[in-house]
């Protein structure tokens, strides 16, 4: 499945249950154009496990500043919509696996 | 039977990718070991001016991407990992990806082409606030500061860069510089000093940064406060050698060798070269980097010749 696109309509709705990975991140910025790709393989690799999502913060501005996003790419993880930690900067594909394994073994 | 590369090329800037260019076109298997962060310091920049036949400029990424394509174009194979550790005792040469249950990359001749690693300012409150204001990247972060005031630390052409990028969003920008001058190349400098939004304090390093959840303020080495939305620091970079260390030779300040006699590129270990930033303290431009590439690819593809016969 191919990462979501999550909107302040939405977002509350698709991340409220069971855990989500969300990709913060915005047209114009040279590294999310690595992490960009790196989400999409996950969000293949863990269907039905972890809802990948992405946030364009041009688009979104509301959610970035509702959590506090101040850099991107940042990807937060969330269980049943709490926040359970984050990666700031792209981190490559092990540094978003290493955050899936430092917050539960998924 | 495991495949042995003529050429395992480490890193993927414009060093390594035009590295491997020159190797694939010469018909030499040849693996670059890119990283999991491949295309180096210029997937960090905007638009690149200096980079020779893009008259208009060029997107420092879409610069990368086709660098690497064209490189992949003649045959090079990108593997996105880190490379963890190497053997240059052994031939063929090892390089591991650290990877589970994966063998060493096995190659005849290694061009260590690694570039350099950006240094942080490694203040007290620094790594807790990146992200919430604090930022090494105002290509990527700038658009968080609109109608906001930031401070920018460093004198060079990246510490240039970032203030003027800044400028677009932000309402006030202070540059932070230690010296009374800034080392930047003078067409940077000139547009940092016409631009009305941003001002520079001399003689003054940064002693922390203030803030809970996000930057509230940054404490100077005179002993003022300033009140800031934003921390951006570009003091420079360090050489990405951490794992050659003991394996080549390396100079004071980290900086790989370049010990060769009749292969100039060659470092004291015969069968592996140096390229880019990783051995250039001096020039360290994208076009120098592909140069020094390219030389290290002809050395390689002449030294891997003669061992032939």
């Known amino acids: 499945m191919a990462a979501v696109n999550l909107t302040s309509g939405d977002f509350d709705d698709k991340v409220k249950t069971g855990w989500a990975m969300v990709d913060f991140w915005a047209e114009w910025c040279g590294p999310c154009k690595m992490s960009g790709p790196v989400i999409e393989e996950l969000a293949s690799e863990y269907t039905g496990k972890v809802l990948v999502g992405k946030v364009d913060v041009d688009a979104q501005p509301e959610l970035a500043s509702r959590f506090g996003v101040m850099s991107i790419p940042t990807v937060i993880l969330y269980e049943n919509g709490v926040e359970k930690g984050r990666q700031v900067g792209y981190a490559g594909k092990q540094g978003y696996l290493n955050l899936l394994a430092s917050v539960k073994n998924l | ?309």
């Not at chain 2, 063998?103 to 690693?117: C, K, M």
């Not at chain 2, 290509?139 to 052409?157: E, H, L, P, S």
């Not at chain 2, 990246?158 to 001058?181: F, G, N, P, W």
Request: contains cysteine.
């Open chain 2, 1 to 309: 039977m495991e495949t042995i590369y003529d050429v395992i090329i480490v890193g993927s800037g414009p060093a390594g990718l035009t590295a491997g260019l020159y190797t694939s076109r010469a018909n030499l298997k040849t693996l670059c070991v890119a990283g999991e962060k491949w295309g180096g310091q210029l997937m960090l920049t905007t638009l690149v001016e200096n980079y020779p036949g893009f008259s208009e400029g060029i997107q420092g990424p879409d610069l990368m991407a086709s660098m690497r394509k064209q490189a992949e174009k003649f045959g090079v194979e990108v593997v996105e990992k880190d490379a963890s550790e190497v053997d240059f005792t052994k031939r063929p040469f090892e390089v591991s990806t650290g990877s589970f249950n994966t063998s060493p990359h096995l190659g005849r001749s290694i061009i260590i082409a690694t570039g350099a690693e950006f240094n942080w300012l490694n203040l007290p409150n620094e790594q807790r606030l990146i992200g919430r204001g604090v930022s090494s990247c105002a290509t990527c972060d700038a658009a968080f500061f609109r109608g906001k005031k930031v401070v920018v630390v460093g004198g060079g052409d990246a510490a240039m860069e970032e203030a003027l990028v800044l400028s677009r969003h932000a309402t006030e920008i202070v540059i932070v510089h230690r010296r009374d001058k800034f080392r930047a190349s003078k067409i940077m400098q000139d547009r940092v000093m016409a631009d009305p939004k941003i001002r520079v304090i001399w003689n003054v390093e940064v002693k922390d940064v203030l803030g809970a959840d996000k930057v509230e303020g940054v404490v100077l080495s005179d002993g003022q406060t300033l009140v800031t939305d934003g921390l951006f620091v570009a003091i420079g970079h360090s050489p990405a050698t951490k794992i050659f260390a003991g394996k080549v030779s390396l100079g004071t300040r980290g900086y790989a060798q370049r010990e060769g006699d009749k292969y100039w590129t060659m470092s004291n270990v015969p069968g592996v070269f140096v390229s880019g930033d990783v051995h250039d303290y001096t020039y360290r431009q994208a076009v120098t980097a592909a140069g020094y590439g390219c030389e290290a690819a002809l050395d390689a593809e002449r030294w891997l010749e003669e061992q032939k016969s």
